[in-house]
């Protein structure tokens, strides 16, 4: 079964507005990955994170880690036409090279 | 940079038909990971081999098979095909020492008719 879930499942933002999903699970998660799939195209992984509180940046996105372990969130600043696609967070097991489990994930339109 | 290769990307089927799909890794990786993606849904995890060998399992139907053969490339045959197993099907690879980060293919996108 899903380990994480998403809010929200779709988001339309005009050009130039921020935008964030959020990532949550009913247990402390030991990492937590971010993908965006561009429609028609394949995962492209974005980010992985591990420690409690960690943020990370890339560019304008913000990937935020919870205290708890249990929620991640993705924030875009000044969306363009280019961040479109559809974002997934998702869950590696223990090992560096165990599987990945996705969450429903958030589609995103941006309205130029 | 050489990434994962997919064959075919396209592929159309009757049911109860077969379908082999194939998955090139990038080179030097040794570990490959089958998901399945329908409509509007997130990717799910077939199955996966490294070295060769199954490594894990995950929700793939009995009707489907898959190896790893001594190039690292992977396939993936499906039999008795259903209308449900139309869908989006991604290979992925990793370099097992190197780990995180799984690289995805293109897709195959079945549509069984």
């Known amino acids: 079964g899903q380990q994480v879930m998403q809010i929200p499942q779709y988001q339309h933002v005009q050009e130039g507005e921020d935008f964030t999903t959020y990532c949550n699970s009913s247990?402390?998660?030991?990492?937590i990955q971010w993908y965006k799939q561009r429609p028609g195209g394949h995962p492209v992984f974005l980010i992985q994170l591990v420690k409690s509180g960690e943020v990370k940046k890339q560019k304008r996105l913000t990937f935020q880690f919870g205290e708890a372990k249990k929620n991640s969130s993705l924030h875009i600043t000044a969306t363009q036409t280019t961040d479109v696609g559809t974002y997934f967070c998702?869950?590696?097991?223990?090992?560096?090279?165990?599987?990945?489990?996705f969450g429903p994930g958030t589609s995103l339109s941006v309205i130029p | 940079a050489a990434g994962v290769i997919q064959s075919p990307r396209h592929l159309i089927k009757e049911k109860r038909e077969t379908a082999t799909l194939k998955c090139y890794p990038i080179p030097r990786h040794d570990t490959v990971y089958w998901y399945q993606q329908g409509p509007g849904q997130d990717p799910q995890f077939l199955i996966s081999?490294?070295?060769?060998?199954?490594?894990d399992k995950g929700s793939i139907p009995d009707r489907f098979s898959a190896q790893q053969f001594s190039d690292y490339h992977s396939e993936l045959n499906m039999s008795s095909l259903e209308l449900g197993d139309s869908a989006l099907y991604f290979c992925a690879s990793l370099l097992r020492a190197k780990g995180e980060t799984q690289y995805f293919g293109p897709g195959t996108r079945l549509l069984v008719l």
């Open positions: 247990t402390t998660l030991s990492n």
């Open positions: 998702a869950v590696r097991g223990k090992t560096s090279y165990d599987k990945v489990i």
């Open positions: 081999f490294y070295e060769k060998m199954q490594s």
